[in-house]
């Protein structure tokens, strides 16, 4: 749904952003994390405000994967962080190892 019609549902991605994160952190990598991953790109360009508010919770989804084998995958998720830096979010609450894996300032 959220590859579809993204901009249905992410007028409410305040309200599940953060479970959703979570629950991807939990996937093996692999198909179902990729396509899962690509819904919620998708939901977060239709409202990038929500990454502001949820970036904490984005990093460590995307810090999740092992490796992402998907090119177009691994740019958007470099967008998303983008997003996130030129809003000015504060980095200090992202955990040390997951500002290291994405490659943010430490």
């Given at each position: 749904?959220?590859?579809?019609?993204?901009?249905?549902?992410?007028?409410?991605a305040?309200?599940?952003?953060?479970?959703?994160?979570?629950?991807?952190?939990?996937?093996?990598?692999?198909?179902?994390?990729?396509?899962?991953?690509?819904?919620?790109?998708?939901?977060v360009?239709?409202?990038?405000?929500?990454?502001?508010?949820?970036?904490?919770?984005?990093?460590?989804?995307?810090?999740?994967?092992?490796?992402?084998?998907?090119?177009?995958?691994?740019?958007?998720?470099?967008?998303?962080?983008?997003?996130?830096?030129?809003?000015?979010?504060?980095?200090?609450?992202?955990?040390?190892g997951?500002?290291?894996?994405?490659?943010?300032?430490?």
């Amino acid at each position: 749904m959220s590859m579809r019609t993204p901009e249905t549902i992410s007028v409410h991605a305040d309200v599940f952003l953060s479970g959703w994160c979570a629950a991807l952190r939990g996937l093996t990598d692999g198909d179902e994390k990729r396509d899962a991953f690509r819904g919620l790109i998708y939901v977060v360009r239709a409202n990038p405000h929500v990454v502001h508010t949820h970036f904490k919770s984005i990093c460590e989804c995307f810090a999740s994967w092992r490796s992402v084998d998907d090119p177009e995958l691994v740019e958007s998720m470099g967008h998303v962080v983008r997003v996130g830096l030129e809003a000015g979010v504060e980095l200090g609450a992202i955990d040390p190892g997951v500002r290291h894996k994405l490659g943010l300032p430490l």
